[in-house]
């Protein structure tokens, strides 16, 4: 019998941007070592993700050793930044994601220049200093004391090959099959797992990755991002299309679960997958 196994890890240094696939990460209580500690805002603290600008889909930043980031896009120069000095050193200002505030440190006039020039219209990019009091994750679903980065709303996302294989045979059999077969970057997951039933994850509540057990929380309710091309940023009407017709959870078009770790660890490609509730 085939076991389940994690077969990709990625992590997404700033929000909305490219993002990386190593072998292994270290789980934090808030998510990925390194995931989504960097967003993009506008200037008056909204933020900014591809849902406004598709074209983030093609900027990158490669993580450097002391934990800032090194900024890439087309028909920009790569811009180092280093991590700022801490909000208690320097200040912090107000973000809105979704309706949460949130306290963030400014990188500084370099990067907002470099994100401006990219994107035709002023942003700011902003680093958030310490997760573990900044931004509790959402309480309807979450214990008290669970924080999340600068992730929508929980530490990880997880998704499986089996349910992605599901859609696009959906996709393929709809009215416009030429949008498919779908990459597994658009729905920008933590960690893919191979070896399971379509559509299981729906009903699994607690799991196990290697050495970390995760709660299973809440299904990923899905917005355009998912319709838009990673590589090219170009939309399109899938998966929105399908999942509207095919796999509604109430009023949400869901695909992949929402995960809270319970404990700190490491995770790896290869690692044993286990459904634990």
């Known amino acids: 019998?085939?076991?389940?196994?994690?077969?990709?890890?990625?992590?997404?240094?700033?929000?909305?941007?490219?993002?990386?696939?190593?072998?292994?990460?270290?789980?934090?209580?808030?998510?990925?070592?390194?995931?989504?500690?960097?967003?993009?805002?506008?200037?008056?603290?909204?933020?900014?993700?591809?849902?406004?600008?598709?074209?983030?889909a093609l900027a990158s930043a490669e993580p450097l050793p002391d934990g800032g980031v090194r900024l890439t896009a087309p028909g920009l120069a790569p811009l180092d930044v280093p991590v700022p000095p801490h909000g208690d050193e320097a200040g912090t200002t107000p973000v809105e994601i979704f309706e949460d505030k949130v306290e963030a440190v400014r990188a500084g006039a370099a990067a907002d220049a470099w994100l401006t020039a990219y994107l035709g219209t002023g942003a700011r990019l902003l680093y958030m200093d310490d997760p573990a009091?900044?931004?509790?994750?959402?309480?309807?679903?979450?214990?008290?004391?669970?924080?999340?980065?600068?992730?929508?709303?929980?530490?990880?996302?997880?998704?499986?090959?089996?349910?992605?294989?599901?859609?696009n045979s959906l996709i393929a059999a709809g009215d416009h099959p030429g949008e498919g077969?779908?990459?597994?970057?658009?729905?920008?997951?933590?960690?893919?797992?191979?070896?399971?039933?379509?559509?299981?994850?729906?009903?699994?509540?607690?799991?196990?990755?290697?050495?970390?057990?995760?709660?299973v929380v809440k299904p990923c309710g899905r917005c355009v991002v998912t319709t838009t091309d990673q590589r090219t940023a170009e939309r399109g009407k899938e998966p929105l299309r399908t999942l509207a017709r095919h796999h509604r959870i109430g009023k949400k078009l869901v695909f992949g679960q929402n995960l809270i770790p319970e404990h700190t660890g490491v995770v790896r490609v290869g690692d044993a997958f286990e459904v634990l509730d």
């Open 181 to 215: 077969p779908l990459p597994m970057d658009r729905f920008r997951p933590n960690v893919v797992v191979d070896g399971t039933e379509p559509w299981a994850e729906d009903g699994w509540r607690r799991v196990r990755i290697g050495e970390v057990a995760f709660r």
């Open 133 to 167: 009091r900044r931004r509790p994750a959402d309480p309807r679903y979450a214990a008290p004391g669970d924080t999340v980065s600068f992730a929508d709303g929980y530490p990880l996302l997880l998704t499986t090959t089996a349910s992605l294989q599901e859609l």
């Open 1 to 56: 019998m085939y076991k389940s196994v994690l077969t990709a890890v990625h992590f997404y240094p700033v929000k909305s941007m490219a993002g990386c696939a190593p072998g292994e990460a270290a789980v934090e209580p808030w998510g990925l070592a390194g995931d989504r500690r960097w967003m993009l805002a506008t200037p008056d603290g909204r933020f900014i993700t591809q849902r406004q600008q598709p074209r983030l």
